[in-house]
C-alpha cells in the first residue's frame, strides 16, 4: 500500500499534466504568483536528492524552523520520498524552544526561513550534537565564519547536479516507504510543561485524508483555500495536505498580520482557521453596525433575524425553505449579507474548518445567519487533527459535531473524552512514561478534554481538564466557557478568568482597544493616556454593565464577580499565548499576581 504523501505529488502530476497551479505565493511587489504542480515536483525532487547527498538517512529527522512558504511542502516532500522524519517548528518559538526540539528529535539538518531564524540556528548548532546542516530559504547575508549553511537555492542545485546513483538511492527508498513509517513528529505547543513529540506515522495521514474525503463532500478541485495558520499547526498542515490531495489550489499567506488583506485579494473559498479569527471578524462587524443610524441598525438587526430562520431552521436541518422566506432572504443577502462577505473576502465561500478553542454560540449562529459556513471541530496534535466536525446538515450548535467515520469516542472518568482509531498517534517521542500516561490499559487515548454526547449524537466539548479550577467554596469553574461568552463582546478584546482556591471569579480582561477611544469620544471622556481612560470610572461601569448581561444564566459562583482592565493584548512573544493563541494559565497568574491579588484584597 502506498503511502498518500509519499506519493501524492507523481499521482497530481498524472491528473494535472497541464500547468495547473498547485500553490500560489507573493512576490515582493505583493503580486500572486502560482506554482504549478510540475514546478512544485521539481522542488521537491531536488530536495529529495539534496538531503541523500548532505548524508540524510531513512527515518532520520529534518526540522523546518520558518514562517509559512511554500518552500517548507518541497521540503516535506523531499523528506517523505527519502523515508525520512520532518519535524516542525514554531517561527515564534525562543532560542531555549528550538534547541530543547532539535535535540530531543535528534534533527540532522535545520530548516530556517528567514534572517531571524537563521539567527537562532547559528546560535544552537553548536550546541545540538545531531545537527549539522542548515538551509536558509530566505536569501540572506550568512555569517563571515559558517560553513555549515547553504540557501535554498544552494540546495536545489546540489540536488538538481545530483548523480544516477544518487537518485536511485532515493527512488529505492521512496519504493520501500511504508505506511508504519514515521511522517512527523509534531511537538506540542503546551499551556504547562515541555513540548512533547507527537510521533505520527504515515498511516495517520493516510486514514485522516480518506476519512475527510468521505466527510468533506463538498471540497473540489476548484475550491481555493487560504494557507493561514502556521503550517507547523497540526491543523492547518493535516488541511494543506488534504487540500493538495484534493486538488484545491492553495494560497500561502507568509505573514499573519496581513491576512485581513490577503483574503480579500484571494477571496478563497476555504479556509481553516482558530476562532480567534472569526472573534475579531464578529467584534469588527459589530463595530461597523453600532455606528449607523437607528434605520440602519434596525435594517441589519432584520436581516439577520431572517438569516438566521432560513439558515438555522431549514436549511441547518436539511429542510425545504418556505418561498417568501427565501425571497425575503435574497433580498437581505444583495443588500446586507454579500456586502459584509465581500468587505471580509469570503464571497463564494465553501466552508471554513474552526477548530482549536471555545467559540461562542452567539458568534457560530451569527456568521451561519449570513450563511457563512463555519465548520466547527475538535481535534488534536495527537490524533492527525480532527476527531469531529458538523456535518453538512443536522449540526447542533454548541457542539463540535459528529465523530468522523473510523474514530471511535468514549467519556472516560471524570468526563474525559478518550479516542481509538488510525489517525491516533503512536506516542511522545523519546517520552516513554508520558505515553503510558496517555493512553488506558485497553488502547485508548486520553485527550485530557472534558465532554459528552447529546441527545442526538454530537460530541459537547466542556473544558480543558486541566483548565477546570474550585474556588475556596468548593465549586468547579470552566474558565473557557466563560471566556468565550465574554469574548463576544465588541468592547472585550481577550479574557483570562481566575478563580482557582479564591473566594469567587475575577478577570483580568483585555478590551478592544478602538472600540472603547470611539466609545470615549462619543460620551466626550477627557483622558490623557490609555491607562487613564481604562481606569475612568465611566468606561469600569459600562464594561461591567456588559458583563453582567453576558453572564445572565450562569450560576451565581460562576459569574466574574471583578475585573481589571490591561492596556495591552496578551501576546505570544511574552509567553501569554501558545502558538496556537490559547491562554498560558500559570503565566498569567504570575505576571499578573498583583492585579490578581488586589481584586481579592
Not at 549539522?132 to 537555492?153: G, K, P
Not at 492527525?384 to 446538515?393: E, G, R
Not at 459600562?542 to 458583563?547: D, E, Y
Request: charged share 25%.
Amino acid at each position: 500500500m502506498d503511502n498518500t504523501l509519499t506519493t501524492l505529488i507523481r499521482r497530481q502530476l498524472e491528473r494535472y499534466p497541464s500547468e495547473r497551479p498547485a500553490l500560489w505565493q507573493r512576490d515582493r511587489d505583493g503580486r500572486w504568483l502560482p506554482i504549478s504542480w510540475q514546478e512544485l515536483a521539481r522542488m521537491a525532487s531536488s530536495a529529495a536528492c539534496a538531503m541523500e547527498i548532505l548524508g540524510l538517512r531513512e527515518q532520520e529527522r529534518i526540522a523546518v524552523f520558518s514562517p509559512n512558504d511554500p518552500r517548507i511542502l518541497a521540503t516535506d516532500f523531499g523528506c517523505f520520498a527519502n523515508r525520512a522524519v520532518t519535524v516542525s517548528i514554531y517561527a515564534t518559538s525562543s532560542q531555549e524552544q528550538v534547541e530543547y526540539i532539535l535535540r530531543d528529535s535528534g534533527a540532522a539538518i535545520l530548516f530556517a526561513g528567514t534572517a531571524s531564524q537563521y539567527e537562532i540556528a547559528r546560535k544552537v548548532i553548536s550546541r545540538v550534537a545531531t545537527l549539522r546542516q542548515i538551509v536558509v530559504y530566505d536569501d540572506i547575508e550568512r555569517d563571515a565564519d559558517d560553513t555549515t549553511t547553504l540557501t535554498f537555492a544552494q540546495f536545489l542545485k546540489l540536488g538538481e547536479a545530483a548523480t544516477d546513483k544518487c537518485r536511485r538511492e532515493v527512488e529505492a527508498r521512496t519504493a520501500r516507504a511504508v505506511p508504519d513509517d514515521v511522517a512527523t513528529l509534531l511537538y506540542t505547543s503546551g499551556t504547562t510543561g515541555e513540548p512533547k513529540g507527537a510521533i505520527l506515522p504515515h498511516s495517520c495521514f493516510d486514514a485522516a485524508i480518506e476519512i475527510h474525503h468521505g466527510r468533506l463532500t463538498s471540497v473540489t478541485d476548484a475550491d481555493t483555500s487560504m494557507c493561514f495558520l502556521p503550517l507547523c499547526h497540526i491543523f492547518e498542515k493535516a488541511w494543506t495536505y488534504y487540500c493538495l490531495d484534493t486538488g484545491v489550489q492553495v494560497y500561502i499567506n507568509r505573514d499573519p498580520r496581513a491576512i485581513q488583506d490577503t483574503i480579500r485579494e484571494v477571496r478563497p473559498t476555504c479556509m481553516c482557521s482558530v476562532p480567534r479569527f472569526w472573534e475579531k471578524a464578529y467584534t469588527a462587524i459589530q463595530e461597523k453596525m453600532s455606528r449607523m443610524n437607528a434605520v440602519g441598525r434596525w435594517f441589519c438587526a432584520r436581516a439577520l433575524k431572517v438569516g438566521h430562520r432560513r439558515n438555522l431552521h431549514y436549511k441547518r436541518l436539511g429542510l425545504p425553505v418556505p418561498r417568501l422566506l427565501e425571497a425575503r432572504y435574497r433580498f437581505y443577502e444583495k443588500k446586507v449579507f454579500s456586502t459584509v462577505k465581500r468587505a471580509m473576502g469570503i464571497t463564494g465561500g465553501n466552508i471554513f474548518p474552526t477548530a482549536g478553542a471555545p467559540l461562542s454560540n452567539g458568534i457560530v449562529e451569527f456568521f451561519h445567519s449570513m450563511d457563512v459556513n463555519l465548520m466547527i471541530g475538535y481535534g488534536l496534535s495527537e490524533t492527525t487533527a480532527t476527531v469531529s466536525c458538523f456535518p453538512y446538515v443536522d449540526y447542533e450548535i454548541g457542539t463540535v459535531g459528529t465523530v468522523l467515520p473510523g474514530i471511535e469516542v468514549r467519556i472516560g472518568n471524570e468526563s474525559e473524552i478518550l479516542v481509538k482509531g488510525p489517525t491516533v498517534m503512536r506516542g511522545y517521542f523519546n517520552k516513554p512514561e508520558e505515553t503510558a500516561a496517555v493512553f488506558t490499559e485497553d488502547g485508548w487515548f486520553r485527550t485530557g478534554d472534558a465532554g459528552h454526547f447529546d441527545e442526538n449524537g454530537a460530541l459537547v466539548l466542556t473544558e480543558r481538564l486541566k483548565d477546570l479550577f474550585k474556588t475556596s467554596n468548593g465549586k468547579y469553574i470552566a474558565p473557557q466557557a466563560i471566556e468565550s461568552r465574554l469574548g463576544e463582546d465588541k468592547y472585550i478584546d481577550q479574557v483570562a478568568v481566575i478563580g482557582d482556591r479564591r473566594k469567587y471569579v475575577t478577570a483580568i480582561i483585555v478590551p478592544a482597544i478602538e472600540a472603547i477611544k470611539e466609545y470615549a469620544n462619543r460620551k466626550k471622556i477627557q483622558y490623557r493616556s490609555l491607562e487613564d481612560l481604562l481606569k475612568n470610572s465611566q468606561i469600569v461601569d459600562m464594561i461591567a454593565s456588559r458583563i453582567d448581561a453576558l453572564q445572565e444564566g450562569l450560576a451565581s459562583f460562576e459569574k466574574v464577580k471583578k475585573f481589571t482592565l490591561l492596556p495591552r493584548e496578551f501576546s505570544m512573544e511574552n509567553g501569554e499565548l501558545t502558538n496556537t493563541l490559547k491562554i498560558r494559565r500559570p503565566v498569567i497568574n504570575r505576571r499578573y499576581a498583583s492585579e490578581i491579588e488586589a481584586m481579592y484584597a
